[in-house]
């Protein structure tokens, strides 16, 4: 069965710390692995789209891997601010469909 | 920057309701979808629209939901008769040519409470 799992379910950290944010699939045959943030009450956004060829991927603070042969992703972000505050998610496309297929999400709590 | 807007941003109705809830996707994207997240769970796919016609839909798209490209420019989900379950918030997306392989940019989404 396609499926995307995230650790940790949320996370607590203070402001100016790093983080790391993890996802793994079995999704089958893989297509891309997007990650999007999520604010609470608002629609989500898209950080980095990621292709089977990619092994990582910036976009700002916010830095995405992906191991194709290990089917895991993970998204590290680097000094942390108060805005960061919101749910990430991670996401693949994929199937026979290319639908795609959402992780329950992580909720990343930044503290001052 | 170009974005996708929706409206109403909250709808509250009766079960047995009728609801249309619109969306203007970006100007130039060829691929629409909707999607819905109920409160504190993931969010689900819906449906995928290509070329005026559905390309995708899910389990969850029986036939109390319908989508419409009534114009150039709005894209809609109907459901016919609401039942206490569809409440949730429901996003409208699009993307450009590459279709799947492409980002897709979300609106703010349509908070849909149903009583």
């Known amino acids: 069965k396609n499926q995307v799992e995230q650790s940790p379910q949320s996370l607590i950290i203070l402001e100016g710390k790093n983080c790391t944010l993890q996802c793994n699939y079995t999704v089958s045959p893989f297509s891309n692995l997007r990650w999007y943030k999520q604010d609470t009450g608002r629609g989500p956004v898209s950080l980095t789209i990621m292709t089977f060829s990619e092994n990582t991927k910036s976009n700002g603070r916010y830095t995405a891997t992906l191991d194709a042969d290990t089917k895991q992703s993970s998204l590290h972000i680097t000094a942390s601010q108060l805005s960061d505050s919101a749910s990430y998610i991670c996401?693949?496309?994929?199937?026979?469909?290319?639908?795609?297929?959402w992780g329950a999400g992580t909720k990343l709590i930044i503290k001052p | 920057e170009p974005e996708v807007t929706q409206t109403p941003s909250h709808q509250v109705t009766q079960m047995g309701q009728e609801v249309i809830l619109r969306c203007v996707p970006i100007s130039n994207h060829l691929y629409f979808y909707w999607y819905r997240q109920i409160l504190g769970q993931k969010v689900e796919f819906l449906v995928s629209f290509y070329n005026n016609e559905i390309s995708e839909k899910s389990e969850i798209f029986d036939d109390q939901f319908s989508v419409e490209r009534p114009d150039g420019s709005n894209f809609t989900l109907k459901i016919r008769s609401t039942k206490l379950e569809d409440s949730a918030m429901y996003f409208c997306?699009?993307?450009?040519?590459?279709?799947?392989?492409?980002?897709?940019?979300f609106g703010p989404g349509t908070r849909l409470l149903v009583l």
């Open positions: 997306a699009s993307s450009g040519q590459g279709g799947h392989q492409e980002t897709q940019y």
């Open positions: 996401v693949v496309s994929g199937g026979s469909n290319y639908q795609l297929i």
